[in-house]
């Protein structure tokens, strides 16, 4: 299990964490292109808003595996700050298995989201034309990635009640 955990957390890591990094800065040099052709050549790269948008919704949906494992998201902790500690992880194991249950919908909702692309042949209102399934897949990909880093915090998080007593 731990060997599988070590998985989860590498493809955190270096797909949602690094890679992601990287896409910024390529989106960046897009951005950058973009205004050079627009105002200096007066010729706009019109695909630039486009593939800037997909990058965008990709580096969004992508990063949440990464940012959930850093901590990054935010959240108020007022009131389960005052708990004591063997109900504050209680209390995290039930807000963990609901964030899992809606991250599962979404990866479900996403899936029949691209099937549905696929299936009627959907494309994007621009002079490219870009099938729309291809950039509507990093949301399948990001949510089951946010997934699976749920899993490995639910599983460890079990271990540490089991091993304090606590899941009594």
């Known amino acids: 299990m731990d060997k599988l955990f070590r998985v989860i957390e590498w493809f955190s890591d270096h797909i949602s964490g690094a890679l992601m990094a990287w896409s910024i800065f390529v989106l960046m040099l897009l951005v950058l292109v973009e205004v050079f052709t627009r105002y200096i050549m007066n010729q706009p790269l019109s695909m630039a808003d486009e593939y800037g948008g997909y990058m965008l919704a990709a580096m969004t949906m992508i990063g949440l595996a990464y940012t959930w494992k850093e901590k990054g998201h935010i959240y108020v902790d007022v009131v389960v700050n005052r708990l004591p500690d063997s109900l504050r992880m209680k209390f995290r194991l039930v807000t963990?298995?609901?964030?899992?249950?809606?991250?599962?919908?979404?990866?479900?909702?996403?899936?029949?989201?691209?099937?549905?692309?696929?299936?009627f042949g959907a494309r994007s209102g621009s002079w490219l034309r870009t099938p729309l399934a291809w950039p509507q897949m990093t949301l399948i990909l990001g949510s089951a990635m946010l997934v699976a880093q749920l899993f490995v915090d639910i599983v460890r998080l079990v271990r540490s009640l089991t091993a304090a007593g606590g899941g009594r």
Do not use: D, G, R, Y
């Open 96 to 119: 963990l298995i609901l964030a899992m249950i809606l991250s599962v919908l979404l990866v479900v909702a996403s899936c029949e989201l691209v099937s549905q692309s696929f299936l």
